[in-house]
């Protein structure tokens, strides 16, 4: 079936680097996607979003890039803190309607060391 | 603060045991709830849609007798885990998204911080 999933399970990084986080999804349809962030206990947070009009988009400390044609999603967290350690997941909305459902894709663990 | 409110975060009950968890909006108006399913180190699978006022549309697979879902207000959602056994152990996870469509905050939808549900 059509699902959103990451590349990498996990990622090691040390405090102050950048990180980038990556997704691919199968479905041409989904125009709508959401990073989230999952910390151990808890519900996800929301990171930031993007829409299939844009290319990029960036927020406090991190931007999200979504490549249409190899149908690829990252987000990039710049000067990863300790705090920054989680999991996280990217997310599409195959269909941005009230009533529709996220898929999630399987989540990549970010360790920060200091 | 918190914009969806579950409850309880934790319960720990014995096998054959009914357990109700409530997903709670706390800011805005919902009619659409959604309930998610997540076992540990994998990712969040949806179990149902739960809308206001009708029934709840379930995933294939997802057995309706045994996780009744209850959307009777706006602000009010629950999941009952009939008769539950020990491989229901999991977290439970509820959403909420804003009737306007529009999304709360610009968020497409909000979620609680789950039940933690052992079944011994």
């Known amino acids: 079936g059509e699902s959103v999933g990451l590349h990498l399970p996990t990622l090691s990084v040390q405090e102050g680097d950048n990180s980038i986080i990556n997704c691919a999804y199968s479905n041409s349809a989904s125009d709508y996607f959401i990073w989230y962030k999952q910390e151990s206990g808890k519900g996800p947070q929301f990171i930031i979003d993007?829409?299939?009009?844009?290319d990029k988009r960036q927020g406090q400390r991190v931007t999200v890039l979504l490549n249409k044609t190899v149908k690829h999603l990252s987000l990039q967290i710049a000067a990863t803190q300790p705090g920054d350690s989680a999991v996280y997941f990217c997310a599409e909305n195959p269909r941005r309607q009230a009533g529709t459902a996220l898929i999630f894709g399987k989540g990549t663990t970010l360790s920060v060391s200091s | 603060g918190a914009v969806v409110s579950q409850h309880p975060s934790r319960v720990i009950c014995k096998s054959g045991t009914s357990v109700k968890i409530e997903c709670r909006s706390l800011d805005f108006q919902a009619t659409t709830m959604f309930w998610y399913r997540q076992f540990p180190k994998q990712s969040l699978m949806l179990m149902a849609t739960s809308n206001e006022g009708s029934k709840a549309t379930y995933e294939q697979g997802v057995e309706k007798d045994k996780f009744l879902i209850n959307h009777a207000s706006l602000t009010l959602s629950t999941l009952t885990v009939t008769s539950a056994h020990p491989e229901d152990s999991s977290f439970y996870i509820c959403?909420?998204?804003?009737?306007?469509?529009?999304?709360?905050?610009?968020?497409?939808?909000?979620f609680g911080d789950g039940t933690r549900l052992s079944i011994l």
């Open positions: 993007i829409r299939s009009n844009m």
């Open positions: 959403s909420a998204r804003d009737r306007t469509g529009k999304g709360y905050s610009n968020q497409p939808q909000h």
